[in-house]
């Protein structure tokens, strides 16, 4: 089966320009999870969609993130304006609804803002 | 809020050596999943292998095996037999086995491991 498709795999923009990131899940797979994995740290959850819907957003910066899950499938993850603080690798992630389900990650997108 | 920790931020074993890299995570929940997830250069996260924590035997696949110690909460990877394929970075997660916003994944720092050929 094809796995968590991404895009773009690189990107890189000025600060307060801004920026869209794509994900498409397996297929089938509910839940979607974006990460933020600044270099040499581990990935930290940004918002978890069931569905089209939000169960967790609690460490997604508002003020300059948001994200949408159009149909329950793709998934766009945007910054506006891009600080340099977001120069990061953007993970993208599904699994089946269920709490044994596997997290299934992408290749991920790397972010330089300069 | 739970929190994972690894204290090896680098590891190197000769190839075909074995090696250990530690974990310990604190929770006040009793049942919850482990993982140690590999990363290597093309950034891709791949599960390595995965411990539940209502079962007392510990997981193994393959070359990798973990120690399991829930009173401690020290959640350790085995590499047997290193090969060059294993150098990467390696994170050990966390996730809650209660099914309602609670999915996701809380990882430590990573340990960077090298095979030395």
């Known amino acids: 089966e094809a796995g968590v498709a991404q895009s773009p795999r690189y990107k890189i923009i000025e600060k307060r320009q801004s920026v869209a990131f794509w994900c498409n899940p397996i297929s089938g797979h509910a839940t979607l999870y974006w990460y933020q994995q600044i270099l040499g740290q581990g990935p930290k959850l940004l918002i978890q969609f069931q569905n089209n819907g939000v169960v967790d957003d609690s460490q997604l910066p508002k003020d300059r993130f948001s994200a949408e899950r159009l149909k329950g499938v793709d998934s766009t993850l945007k910054i506006q304006p891009a600080k340099l603080e977001d120069s990061a690798v953007y993970l993208c992630?599904?699994?089946?609804?269920?709490?044994?389900?596997?997290?299934?990650f992408g290749p991920g997108t790397r972010l330089t803002v300069t | 809020a739970q929190t994972v920790t690894q204290s090896q931020p680098e590891m190197s074993v000769q190839e075909a050596e074995t090696v250990t890299l530690s974990c310990t995570y604190d929770t006040s929940e009793s049942d919850y999943y482990l993982f140690w997830y590999k990363q290597p250069p093309s950034r891709q996260m791949i599960l390595v292998i995965r411990q539940e924590a209502y079962k007392q035997q510990n997981a193994t696949e393959n070359r990798f095996s973990v120690n399991f110690q829930k009173a401690a909460k020290s959640f350790s990877l085995k590499i047997s037999d290193s090969q060059l394929g294993d150098a990467a970075m390696y994170f050990c997660?966390?996730?809650?086995?209660?099914?309602?916003?609670?999915?996701?994944?809380?990882f430590g720092q990573g340990t960077r491991l090298t095979i030395n050929p």
């Open positions: 997660a966390y996730r809650s086995a209660y099914l309602r916003g609670a999915q996701k994944l809380v």
């Open positions: 992630a599904s699994s089946l609804d269920r709490p044994s389900g596997e997290q299934y």
